[in-house]
């Protein structure tokens, strides 16, 4: 009787512990800023009972649908609530969150980008999303189940499955998807369930055969072929509705290796099919005394935990108590196998697992193979990206005074101010030992209410980004109220001045230079948006923010800068609206997404081909908008070569110009869901570099120098 009242009394303990602790835990800022976007998003449902949109503390008050381990927020479930509107732009910041169901509601617009990285399920089902699936679920390595059926989704899906090894459960079905499976489907190598069905898909499904399927339903496609054999022993399997071809299959090709028996269901005694018994028909499982064992393992151990509890019961318990658990920062850089996979982007990037071997989470799996390279990789990049693993170390950067600067700004002399944007204006500094480097003094307007450890928090968020195209981190300041940054200075000054500023001394961008600056661009922003983890919307992408080097290499500079300024979406819309860089999405709406970054590319595309600004009053009114403007030519050669930089004196070739046009359509597209994302696009100009049949006649370089051959100009693009 008394032991029996001791483990009564040492569950009570535990449990009156562990719910004191999680009410008074305070919940993580992040993750209240995303819920609190969230629910402005959904219309501040009255559904949402304890949700607001002031902050609040939501796993201390009990948010509807929300659960919590100790001070992360770790489920979201609010399915069937007749929820409308969106699921807002900030839920990359709910990095301990491992279920989003959201299934049965109104939620329209695209399925936002910025998803949760750790999901393990996620449950869109029956609302009315449209668009594609984003491509940051591509990067959700622990997804397991993922269900978007009953939605209007639609178009071709990209092969952006190579990484979801551990997917069990997908369901696409009713929506209007199109063209064939993609190729990475056959890295599912966990599915066991696939539902398909009441979509729009064609070609063959030979893709599917070494899955592990258990349940498979394409019914009701456009599917064509011969249904193969291994897939014909799947128990639960549904194919009417489609075009299958009549008459027995051919043999497979010679040297096919033989089935390898996975959809044998006599292979699967003991698995999901037959979960209660054994081949022999044997019960397995774990017997009584197992079962026994392990509840007298739980009791000792909450014995245990109940002790230093109560021994620590005279002290106050906090959110500190609880001990967060690690998650990636800002701006993480991916796994060694998600980088890996991303090897056409930045071909001889030398990445050492090294780095990665304190993350318990890191698979390091040999990365499937890379089916869209299209290069050799020794030919285009010879600056390795160096990824650095996420942690709370101290940081790196140096830590300047403001006497420093003030000494090497020269008081931040307006003969040293090279720039200014809505953040703040940089100077130029030089140093006692003859270093060159550029200051930012970020506006007191633009971070009111920060204080100088968040600031310093986000200087360590941004020093993590590494990238040959992006700008590097050098220094910062946080002194007497003074937020400054200090970057590496680049001689030649941004893009814009070259393109629009340059006097008639001046010797003009190359075609071939402009080519290398686009794809120098194009790899820096699909650094931020498809190996950051995670992703990094600019929002200032322009021509002005892109600098050069003395070999004309382009940086990307103010990155990260716009997810930490209150407001920034908006202070980006009104900034870029006046300059034309702004999608119609975000002139419509102030928020800015990757889709909206990709836009602005295609706008500093079009410079880099036409010469003109994005936006200039004094023009008529039919071409005072660039985009507006140039969109209607981009797919006429003879208009094309009207609009090209007269400064070019016609030395480009004409097939690479059509390329280039090519790319700059997809960009600026108005629907931000056709838009492509960079990676796509970084593969489309190392294509254009590797098929341009280079002009023949003399082509000059910026120092005058002429080039008459072809391995000569190609050789200008190997960077």
């Keep these: 009787m008394e032991n029996k009242i ?310 106050k318990h906090s959110s500190s108590d609880v001990e967060k658990p690690e998650i990636d920062r800002p701006f993480t850089p991916l796994a060694s196998n998600e980088v890996k996979e991303m090897k056409s982007i930045q071909p001889s990037a030398a990445i050492s697992t090294k780095t990665f071997e304190n993350s318990a989470s890191i698979n390091l799996r040999p990365p499937p193979v890379d089916r869209h390279k299209s290069f050799d990789e020794d030919d285009f990049s010879h600056k390795p990206v160096v990824v650095k693993k996420a942690n709370t170390a101290p940081i790196s950067t140096t830590a300047y005074s403001v006497a420093d600067l003030q000494m090497a700004t020269g008081s931040f002399s307006v003969d040293n101010l090279i720039g200014e944007g809505s953040i703040g204006r940089v100077y130029r500094a030089q140093f006692d030992d003859g270093k060159i480097l550029a200051v930012k003094k970020i506006h007191a307007s633009a971070l009111p209410n920060q204080s100088s450890e968040d600031f310093i928090e986000v200087v360590a968020d941004i020093s993590r980004l590494h990238h040959p195209n992006v700008t590097e981190l050098v220094g910062y300041c946080s002194e007497f109220g003074q937020n400054l940054l200090v970057y590496e200075f680049h001689k030649n000054g941004s893009l814009h001045d070259f393109l629009h500023l340059s006097d008639d001394y001046s010797n003009p961008l190359t075609w071939n230079t402009r080519v290398k600056i686009a794809l120098g661009s194009a790899r820096a922003l699909e650094y931020l948006h498809e190996i950051c983890s995670p992703s990094v919307v600019h929002k200032y992408f322009k021509s002005a923010n892109i600098l050069l080097d003395v070999e004309f290499n382009p940086h990307l500079s103010d990155c990260g800068l716009g997810s930490f300024v209150p407001n920034a979406d908006h202070q980006a819309s009104d900034q870029n609206s006046s300059s034309g860089y702004s999608a119609p999405e975000v002139a419509m709406s102030g928020q800015y997404t990757l889709k909206s970054d990709v836009y602005s590319f295609g706008v500093v595309m079009l410079e880099l081909l036409t010469g003109r600004k994005p936006f200039e009053s004094s023009r008529s009114r039919s071409e005072q908008s660039l985009v507006r403007w140039a969109s209607p030519q981009l797919h006429d050669i003879d208009s094309l070569a009207k609009m090209v930089d007269p400064a070019l004196k016609g030395l480009y070739p004409a097939k690479s110009l059509s390329r280039f046009a090519d790319v700059i359509a997809l960009c600026v597209q108005p629907e931000p869901e056709f838009r492509p994302p960079m990676s796509e696009v970084v593969q489309a100009l190392v294509r254009l570099v590797q098929r341009a049949n280079m002009s023949k006649r003399t082509v000059g370089d910026e120092q005058g120098t002429p080039r008459r051959t072809e391995e000569a100009d190609i050789q200008e693009y190997t960077f």
């Design 6 to 315: 001791w483990v009564l009394l040492i569950c009570c303990t535990i449990t009156t512990t562990l719910s004191t602790l999680c009410v008074n835990a305070a919940t993580d800022q992040a993750d209240v800023s995303a819920l609190t976007v969230m629910y402005s998003s959904l219309g501040a449902s009255p559904q949402l009972t304890g949700w607001t949109s002031n902050g609040g503390d939501p796993c201390g008050q009990s948010w509807k649908g929300i659960t919590c381990s100790g001070s992360a927020v770790t489920e979201i479930k609010l399915s069937g609530l007749g929820l409308s509107g969106s699921l807002g732009y900030q839920l990359s910041s709910l990095t301990s969150l491992t279920n989003l169901d959201v299934s049965s509601n109104n939620l329209g617009n695209q399925i936002p980008y910025q998803l949760p990285p750790n999901l393990q399920r996620l449950n869109l089902a029956g609302n009315s999303f449209t668009g594609g699936i984003p491509y940051s679920i591509s990067l959700m390595a622990s997804l397991k189940y993922l269900n978007l059926n009953h939605n209007q989704l639609q178009g071709q899906m990209g092969d952006m499955f190579g990484q979801l090894s551990a997917l069990t459960t997908l369901d696409l079905s009713f929506n209007a998807f199109t063209g064939n499976l993609p190729e990475s489907f056959a890295s599912l190598s966990s599915v066991t369930r696939m539902y398909l069905q009441n979509n729009q898909f064609t070609g063959p499904i030979d893709v599917l055969v070494d899955l592990p399927l258990e349940n498979l339903n394409v019914a009701n496609n456009r599917f064509s072929g011969w249904i193969p054999e291994r897939l014909k022993r799947i128990n639960n399997l549904q194919t009417d509705g489609n075009s299958w071809t009549s008459g027995p299959a051919p043999p497979p090709p010679p040297g096919t290796p033989p089935s390898s028996g996975q959809n044998n269901p006599n292979r699967r005694s003991g698995g999901n099919s037959s979960p209660s018994a054994n081949g022999d028909g044997k019960k397995s499982g774990i017997g009584g005394g197992g079962v026994a064992g392990i509840v007298v393992s739980i009791l000792v151990v909450g014995a245990v935990l109940a002790f230093f509890l109560l021994k620590r019961k005279s002290r």
